[in-house]
């Protein structure tokens, strides 16, 4: 058996303010990106342009299929958030946990996401329904 990180070792928790959405589980895949920018600059007199890295922003994108409604509610739930609703939650966050086969335990916590648009696909008869999920976290923290 491999000591490799798999996605049987990997899970993904979703929350609406501190709840914790138990319901929302069949997430196929998930890429959290620390999204990050390089500007070159090159001044007279130097061989070589300076890079100066800047950090983005974090962003997850994942997919889920359904098997309940429970997806169908939080899909209404970000979009009261997006159109700022009387009694939608004020924040959304995620938490994608990594349980290393030495024990090790790390997770990225990506704070009040922002969402792009969420698609629900049919792709045919017998294809199981699914959306493509993309968010951007204001902040983000690694947990030991």
Not at 119 to 127: I, N, S
């Amino acid at each position: 058996m491999s000591n490799r990180l798999t996605g049987d070792d990997t899970t993904v928790q979703i929350y609406k303010g501190d709840v914790l959405q138990d319901e929302l589980t069949l997430v196929k895949e998930c890429t959290v990106t620390f999204e990050m920018d390089v500007s070159k600059e090159g001044y007279l007199g130097e061989k070589r342009d300076r890079p100066d890295g800047k950090f983005s922003m974090a962003k997850i994108e994942f997919t889920n299929h359904h098997e309940d409604a429970a997806w169908m509610d939080f899909y209404q739930a970000v979009v009261d958030k997006q159109m700022r609703k009387p009694g939608a939650p004020t924040s959304i966050s995620m938490t994608a946990n990594f349980l290393y086969p030495n024990g090790q335990v790390r997770s990225i916590v990506l704070e009040r996401l922002e969402f792009e648009s969420i698609p629900l696909t049919a792709g045919g008869r017998k294809d199981m329904v699914e959306s493509n999920i993309t968010a951007y976290a204001d902040a983000h923290q690694f947990i030991n």
